[in-house]
């Protein structure tokens, strides 16, 4: 098609011709052509546009379409002259809300383009570091509602729950409970809605070098982004129900807000109420996220969006095992499974909520500016959780830890400049950044002991009024700690050819613990001051450009140590905890971006660790503990011919503590598996009588775990199936999944606490997108 400017001006004029296929390259047919003070164009089923009679001069081209990445390009129309414009859009990480069927082509995958893992635009085969990316599609595939299950699609990430509900994983032999919003701090204390999130990114290995080391394990990081408004009029709301009184309600709401879509906003919903799987146990929750964004001018773009999550209920009961019990793994103790020991009583409240503001500039062609401000709090309000330890294979002592208040929080200030330019013929991608966090806790808990109850006979009752008056009794103080992270870091990416590329990475932290204080004596304890650098380093060579890249990485993280008070009432200071990884693997990307994968191998040593030693009859804590973690990663993916798509990985980890208290030398990190193994397979029909009905099933192995620090009890090896039926016609969409088809009996745990999951259960749904 072409657009006929006026012919009786008298401007000297030229063309414009281009081109423009999607990112599977394929004719990107109906894309919208916007060239600046000139008009709109669309693109034809050739994949071609073209505009005609276009006055001399430099001009902004917009190509837009649905899936794919806006792309902006200055052009520059000669007198007499036709300009080509070939164009290649890149898929979106602001993809449809529905599966993308567009002719013959069935998209799941919003591939690894993230510009949050090396916090600078790297593809996946750039990047000198493993990481793993959930997007929403499949997370809608496999019905999945809180993080947690997300996690179930990466490989060597065993899902599990913190004691009060947060989300965890285990990857790489540590556990990962902090997750990241868009890049920037959470303080949640709550679980978090996939109906807010667009997509999840899992970050591999110590990444204290950009994230800092408040908020991020050695094993790795969650980060996940949030859902954005788009420029056009959309939404979908969509019903579920399921086994255990599952009733749930979300609503995804889209507009422009201005003619000229400079102004956006998107509101998600979600209400859910859920009893548990056992005797006792029950929650509600309710999420709404807001999200606003102001296209201000060509070079600034402003966005505000926030969250507030809030659950009702009973949390579910964490358990323990002490030194008496006989038998050495969870099944062989004398509980029925559903059996919760606690009441429905002992319902508490959680919240957390969110606000991420960002400021983006574009400074140059080469550099831009960005600013982003995060406010996180977190809080329990008279929250009861608990904790059940099996003294013997009979015996259960129940204590309820009584949360009244803890209210946290974090405020997190990011400063970041990119640029990306040319030194001699060397391409240089640079990131300068500046870091500041401000958090808190004021926390009131006592852990009451209720009884020690037979598991073999009737347990006695427990309810919220028995511990009233215990706690009526008791006077617990409110403590108040307060820290704050000056940080700053360097990076660098160097092209020293096409095909070779160097990274060098630096940062250094200044943390300083004010301590806490205690209300009821007024002193304040604990309080040190703590500097750490970071490095890290990596190497890409790709032996074919942009389909196989061989790389090596060093990585680095840490932990800040608090001082000890010795026996003999001297105080000693710290180093901050180191990890050091050194990893080396190959990525693909092939089949025309249908097919890509990873393998790698990592080793990891962890030093300054606390361990005790006995000298002169006392015992002292010193700091030269170690610990080594190393071990293989796989992942493959693809969507090797139209309507089958597959996600798959697998996972070896060999752990043990080096040098540490004797008891401790040899052994696993509780919780930790050393192996683990997923699968996810789909089929869509695309054409025919039959088209959208599709059809997913898989799978997850977990092997066994340990619940204590000695390594003698152990959590079962599990597996999981799951499958789901789905049926997209125009704007609706019926889904039914089966989970734990199975219905597998088994247990996660965080580190600390061992958690019964869900047997065999269902799910049913069904969604209208407007």
């Given at each position: 098609?072409?657009?006929?400017?006026?012919?009786?001006?008298?401007?000297r004029?030229?063309?414009?011709?281009?081109?423009?296929v999607?990112?599977?390259?394929?004719?990107?047919t109906?894309?919208?052509?916007?060239?600046?003070r000139?008009?709109k164009?669309?693109?034809?089923?050739s994949?071609n546009?073209?505009?005609?009679?276009?006055?001399a001069g430099?001009y902004?081209?917009?190509?837009?379409?649905?899936?794919?990445?806006?792309?902006?390009?200055?052009?520059e129309?000669?007198?007499?002259?036709?300009?080509?414009v070939?164009v290649?859009l890149?898929?979106?990480?602001?993809?449809l809300?529905?599966v993308?069927i567009?002719?013959?082509?069935?998209?799941?995958?919003?591939?690894?383009?993230?510009n949050?893992?090396?916090?600078m635009?790297?593809?996946?085969?750039?990047?000198?570091q493993?990481?793993?990316?959930?997007d929403?599609e499949?997370?809608k595939?496999?019905?999945?509602?809180?993080?947690?299950?997300?996690?179930?699609?990466?490989?060597?990430?065993?899902?599990?729950?913190?004691?009060a509900?947060?989300?965890?994983f285990?990857?790489?032999?540590?556990?990962?409970?902090?997750?990241?919003?868009?890049?920037?701090?959470?303080?949640?204390?709550?679980?978090i809605d996939?109906?807010t999130?667009?997509?999840?990114?899992?970050?591999?290995?110590p990444s204290?070098t950009l994230?800092?080391?408040?908020m991020?394990?050695?094993?790795?990081?969650?980060n996940?982004i949030?859902?954005?408004?788009?420029?056009?009029?959309?939404?979908?709301?969509?019903y579920?129900?399921?086994?255990?009184?599952?009733?749930?309600?979300?609503a995804?709401?889209?507009?422009?807000?201005?003619?000229?879509?400079?102004?956006l906003?998107?509101?998600?919903?979600?209400?859910?109420?859920?009893?548990?799987?056992?005797d006792?146990?029950?929650?509600?929750t309710?999420?709404?996220?807001?999200?606003f964004?102001?296209?201000?001018?060509?070079?600034?773009t402003?966005?505000?969006?926030?969250?507030?999550?809030?659950?009702?209920?009973t949390?579910?009961?964490?358990?323990?095992?002490?030194s008496a019990?006989?038998?050495?793994?969870?099944?062989?103790?004398?509980?029925?499974?559903k059996r919760?020991?606690?009441?429905?009583?002992f319902?508490?409240?959680q919240?957390?909520?969110n606000?991420f503001?960002?400021a983006?500039?574009?400074?140059s062609d080469?550099?831009?500016s960005?600013?982003?401000?995060?406010?996180?709090?977190?809080?329990?309000?008279n929250?009861?959780?608990f904790?059940?330890?099996?003294?013997?294979?009979?015996?259960?002592?129940?204590m309820?830890g009584a949360f009244?208040?803890?209210?946290?929080?974090?405020?997190?200030f990011?400063?970041?400049?990119?640029?990306?330019?040319?030194i001699g013929?060397l391409?240089?991608?640079?990131?300068?950044?500046?870091?500041?966090?401000d958090?808190?806790?004021?926390?009131?808990?006592?852990?009451?002991?209720?009884?020690?109850?037979?598991?073999?006979g009737?347990?006695?009752?427990?309810?919220?009024?028995?511990?009233?008056?215990?706690?009526?009794?008791?006077?617990s103080?409110?403590?108040?700690s307060?820290?704050?992270?000056?940080g700053?870091?360097?990076?660098?990416?160097?092209?020293?050819?096409?095909?070779l590329?160097?990274?060098?990475?630096?940062?250094?932290?200044r943390?300083i613990?004010?301590?806490?204080l205690?209300?009821?004596?007024?002193?304040?304890?604990g309080?040190?001051?703590?500097?750490?650098?970071s490095?890290?380093?990596?190497?890409?060579?790709?032996?074919?450009?942009n389909?196989?890249?061989l790389f090596?990485?060093?990585m680095?993280?840490?932990?800040n140590?608090?001082n000890?008070?010795?026996?003999?009432g001297?105080v000693s200071?710290?180093?901050?905890?180191?990890?050091?990884?050194?990893?080396?693997?190959?990525?693909?990307?092939v089949?025309?971006?249908?097919l890509?994968?990873?393998?790698?191998y990592?080793?990891m040593?962890?030093?300054n660790?606390l361990?005790p030693?006995?000298?002169?009859?006392?015992?002292?804590t010193?700091?030269?503990g170690?610990?080594?973690?190393?071990?293989?990663e796989a992942?493959?993916?693809g969507n090797?011919?139209p309507?089958?798509?597959?996600?798959?990985?697998?996972?070896?980890?060999?752990?043990?503590?080096?040098?540490a208290?004797?008891?401790?030398?040899?052994?696993?990190?509780?919780?930790a598996?050393?192996?683990?193994a997923?699968?996810?397979?789909?089929?869509s029909?695309?054409?025919?009588?039959?088209?959208?009905?599709?059809i997913?099933?898989?799978?997850?192995?977990?092997?066994?775990?340990?619940?204590?620090?000695i390594?003698?009890?152990?959590?079962?090896?599990?597996?999981?199936?799951?499958a789901?039926?789905?049926y997209s016609?125009?704007?609706?969409?019926?889904?039914?999944?089966?989970?734990?088809?199975?219905?597998?009996?088994?247990?996660?745990s965080?580190?600390?606490?061992?958690?019964p999951q869900?047997?065999?259960?269902?799910?049913?749904?069904?969604?209208?997108?407007?």
């Open positions: 098609m072409a657009l006929n400017i006026n012919a009786q001006t008298n401007e004029t030229g063309n414009i011709i281009g081109t423009v999607s990112s599977d390259d394929q004719p990107a109906g894309a919208t052509v916007l060239l600046e000139v008009g164009n669309t693109v034809d089923k994949g546009f073209e505009f005609k009679n276009v006055a430099t902004t081209l917009e190509i837009s379409f649905i899936g794919q990445e806006t792309q902006k390009l200055q052009i129309v000669k007198e007499g002259e036709t300009t080509s070939p290649r890149n898929i979106s990480s602001l993809l809300n529905e993308l567009v002719g013959t082509k069935y998209s799941i995958t919003a591939k690894k383009q993230s949050s893992v090396a916090r635009p790297l593809t996946n085969l750039e990047n000198p493993i990481y793993n990316v959930v929403k499949l997370i595939e496999q019905m999945a509602i809180h993080l947690d299950e997300a996690f179930r699609n990466v490989p060597g990430a065993a899902p599990a729950k913190t004691g509900g947060i989300p965890a285990f990857s790489r032999g540590f556990t990962t409970s902090d997750n990241m919003r868009n890049g920037m701090a959470t303080y949640f204390r709550s679980s996939l109906s999130v667009e997509r999840v990114e899992t970050i591999k290995g204290s994230f800092g080391g408040v991020t394990s050695f094993g790795g990081l969650v996940y949030t859902k954005k408004p788009y420029d056009q009029l959309g939404g979908e709301v969509s579920t129900h399921g086994s255990f009184d599952l009733n749930r309600l979300t995804d709401f889209n507009a422009p807000l201005n003619a000229d879509h400079k102004a906003f998107r509101i998600n919903m979600a209400a859910q109420q859920e009893n548990s799987f056992q006792q146990g029950q929650a509600s309710f999420v709404i996220a807001p999200s964004s102001l296209q201000a001018n060509e070079r600034l402003l966005r505000l969006d926030a969250d507030i999550h809030q659950t009702q209920g949390a579910h009961t964490a358990w323990q095992v002490g019990i006989n038998v050495t793994s969870y099944e062989k103790l004398q509980l029925g499974y919760s020991l606690i009441d429905n009583s319902a508490g409240h919240t957390s909520a606000v503001a960002q983006e500039y574009k400074i080469q550099w831009t960005t600013t982003n401000y995060t406010w996180a709090t977190g809080a329990y309000n929250f009861y959780m904790t059940n330890t099996f003294l013997t294979d009979t015996t259960v002592a129940r309820v009244a208040p803890d209210k946290l929080g974090r405020n997190q990011q400063q970041n400049f990119t640029g990306d330019f040319k013929n391409r240089n991608r640079l990131l300068i950044g500046l870091d500041f966090m958090q808190y806790r004021n926390l009131k808990y006592t852990g009451v002991n209720m009884d020690t109850v037979n598991t073999l009737v347990a006695k009752d427990v309810r919220i009024e028995q511990l009233e008056l215990k706690l009526g009794a008791t006077s103080p409110l403590s108040l307060r820290q704050k992270v000056y700053a870091y360097i990076s660098d990416v160097l092209n020293v050819t096409d095909y590329l160097l990274m060098a990475s630096l940062r250094v932290d943390f613990n004010e301590g806490t205690n209300n009821l004596t007024q002193k304040t304890t309080d040190y001051n703590q500097t750490a650098l490095p890290k380093f990596g190497i890409v060579f790709q032996p074919i450009k389909k196989v890249a090596g990485n060093y680095n993280g840490f932990k140590v608090a000890a008070t010795q026996p003999d001297t200071s710290f180093k901050p905890q180191q990890a050091n990884q050194w990893e080396a693997g190959v990525k693909l990307d089949l025309k971006n249908k890509s994968g990873s393998v790698s990592y080793d040593l962890i030093s660790t361990r030693e006995i000298i002169n009859n006392q015992t002292f010193v700091q030269d170690t610990q080594r973690s190393k071990g293989i992942e493959l993916t090797p011919f309507g089958f798509n597959f996600v798959s990985g697998y996972s070896y980890n060999d752990n043990k503590y080096v040098k208290a004797a008891n401790l030398i040899g052994k696993r990190n509780v919780g598996p050393k192996e683990t997923n699968l996810w397979m789909s089929y029909l695309l054409k025919g009588s039959l088209k959208g009905l599709g997913g099933g898989g799978f997850l192995y977990v092997s066994e775990t340990y619940l204590n620090t390594n003698t009890f152990t959590l079962p090896a599990y597996t999981t199936v799951d789901t039926l789905f016609a125009g704007q609706y969409r019926i889904s039914v999944k089966a989970n734990n088809l199975t219905s597998s009996e088994y247990w996660v965080d580190g600390f606490y061992a958690r869900k047997p065999g259960n269902f799910l049913a749904s069904i969604a209208w997108k407007f």
